[in-house]
């Protein structure tokens, strides 16, 4: 029974991050991201401050949090471990576009020209970069515990990432249109040739 009512809680409680973000993303496009506090974005939201402090420490957080960590990590651990590093990264990270833009209403495309359009948020996606740099080298497990071979998947997952981000705002130019995992599996391919997974 404790189970059950642990899940309903992280139920909810995702419930509500999802709808403070939601709430904030739409003011930070409307009325500019400097031009919108924390206030604005709780009264839109019908929670008080506190509330948005609690699942968003900071402002920042409440445009650059997001799930796509865990989900890379997710697909990572699914992929076969016999195919090339860059190979098995990308294809986590095509992976993950897809399913963080299944059904979406446009919530990615505004993050991410909030993200790219401003300073302070460009400056704090660098640390972004590096956590999910992290969670990739974690999602290898026992591949990557040497030296040597963190070493290497950290290197590969960095490159991985600049190409991810090159498709990305190349994607946010362009207002959305096109598909996303292709755009990034187009990129990687352009790349890294053969050892990256092919676009549909």
């Known amino acids: 029974m404790s189970e059950r009512h642990s899940t309903l809680r992280e139920q909810r409680r995702s419930e509500t991050q999802r709808m403070i973000q939601a709430q904030a993303v739409r003011l930070f496009v409307a009325h500019g991201y400097d031009g919108t506090t924390v206030n604005d974005v709780a009264a ?5 401050p506190m509330t948005v402090y609690r699942h968003f420490p900071t402002k920042e957080d409440l445009v650059l949090a997001d799930r796509n960590g865990p989900l890379v990590a997710e697909r990572l ?4 471990t016999g195919q090339p590093l ?3 990264i990308g294809s986590a990270l095509v ?6 833009t299944a059904g979406d209403d446009g ?5 991410l020209r909030l993200m790219i359009s401003t300073p302070a948020l460009r400056a704090r996606h660098l640390d972004n970069h590096h956590l999910l740099q992290q969670a990739i080298v974690d999602g290898l497990g026992d591949e990557a515990t040497d030296p040597e071979a963190a070493f ?8 991985c990432l600049a190409v991810m981000h090159t498709a990305l705002v190349r994607w946010a130019a362009d207002d959305g249109r096109g598909e996303l995992p292709a ?5 990687l ?6 050892a990256a997974p092919r676009p549909d």
């Open 183 to 187: 755009l990034i599996a187009s990129a």
């Open 86 to 88: 860059v190979h098995r």
């Open 189 to 194: 391919a352009a790349t890294f040739g053969d």
């Open 44 to 48: 839109a939201a019908g929670v008080s």
């Open 77 to 80: 651990a699914a992929t076969p």
């Open 95 to 100: 992976e993950s576009a897809r399913t963080l």
């Open 152 to 159: 290497r998947a950290t290197a590969a997952a960095s490159a």
């Open 107 to 111: 919530f990615l495309l505004a993050r």
